[in-house]
């Protein structure tokens, strides 16, 4: 070996970087990975050349990179993936909105469901029944959003919010869609009815 020029043993040329002389070694490591003997030479050619290459720099010839200076920088434990903080909403969404049971959605969505079925097949009443099944719908939601909070005042507002929003939305939206869908038998009472009942049933299910 000291007869030998390590970068003759590794085919590289003084000049050539570290990450060029590193590459080598590892290709001449793989291709000989049987051979003992000829790894050590591999090695020990490798572990000379950057022994020059620590001597050229205290000399000032060449600046070596801090992974040949410490080598144990070569090996470091990669840091922890930091969790990306999820965005949150607002505090105040929070406060209103509910998580809620399926059993909680199930029982306004099928006093609901019960109204909207009255409201357009029993056309018999009119608009009485019609007004009628609102008035059991503004009760209802007044009933189960009052249980939740028990805060009384808050479940009329909301329920008179979203009767309101029901009924004046359903309508504009009866009158642009109606005459467009000739096979919806419904009038746009009964449409504005079933779309209050919907909004109905989304605030007791999802708002406290």
């Not at 040949?68 to 969790?83: G, K, M, N, Y």
């Not at 079925?117 to 609102?134: E, M, N, P, R």
């Not at 504009?172 to 009472?189: C, E, G, K, R, Y």
Request: proline share 6%; net charge neutral.
């Amino acid at each position: 070996m000291s007869d030998q020029n390590p970068y003759d043993i590794l085919g590289v040329t003084q000049e050539a970087s570290f990450d060029e002389v590193q590459d080598v070694r590892n290709r001449l490591l793989e291709e000989h990975s049987g051979d003992i003997k000829h790894l050590e030479v591999i090695e020990a050619a490798y572990d000379a050349i950057l022994m020059d290459r620590l001597r050229m720099r205290q000399e000032g010839k060449i600046k070596v990179p801090e992974r040949i200076r410490f080598p144990e920088l070569r090996v470091q434990a990669s840091p922890a993936a930091t969790p990306t903080p999820q965005k949150q909403s607002p505090a105040w969404l929070q406060r209103m909105l509910d998580q809620p049971s399926p059993a909680d959605m199930m029982l306004p969505g099928i006093w609901y469901l019960g109204l909207s079925a009255i409201s357009v097949f029993y056309q018999a009443g009119g608009d009485q029944v019609l007004q009628l099944t609102l008035i059991v719908g503004v009760g209802v939601s007044i009933y189960f959003l009052n249980r939740k909070e028990g805060k009384f005042g808050r479940a009329v507002l909301l329920t008179l919010l979203a009767l309101i929003v029901g009924l004046v939305g359903g309508g504009l939206a009866a009158s642009w869609l109606l005459p467009q869908v000739p096979f919806i038998t419904l009038t746009a009472n009964q449409f504005a009815a079933m779309a209050t009942f919907v909004l109905l049933w989304l605030v007791n299910s999802f708002l406290r």
